[in-house]
């Protein structure tokens, strides 16, 4: 299965976007964590099929109501099925 991490840039701390991460994953099958970095990005490991992977982007690329998403830096990396759920980390 593949697994891409993606590091989400822009006004994504401290409004509820881990929740709203944990939300997409959760309805389109997508399997990880996600976390707040030190540099106030926002970094996801994502497991799932490429295209639950693409429109699971698309949806962090809009963001909640109040976070302001900038930009997301994906690296695509070696299949690796290790998760069974989504968590916040």
């Given at each position: 299965m593949p697994?891409?991490?993606?590091?989400?840039?822009g006004r994504v701390q401290?409004?509820?976007f881990?929740?709203?991460?944990?939300h997409c994953a959760e309805r389109m099958?997508?399997?990880?964590?996600?976390r707040n970095l030190?540099?106030?990005?926002?970094?996801?490991?994502a497991e799932a099929?490429?295209?639950a992977l693409e429109s699971f982007c698309q949806l962090l690329q809009?963001?909640?109501?109040?976070?302001?998403?900038?930009?997301?830096?994906?690296?695509k990396l070696d299949s690796i099925l290790k998760y069974h759920d989504f968590e916040i980390r």
């Open positions: 697994r891409w991490e993606i590091t989400v840039y401290g409004v509820g881990r929740y709203f991460v944990k099958g997508v399997y990880g964590f996600v030190s540099n106030g990005t926002v970094y996801v490991h099929e490429d295209s809009q963001g909640n109501s109040y976070s302001r998403v900038e930009k997301l830096s994906i690296d």
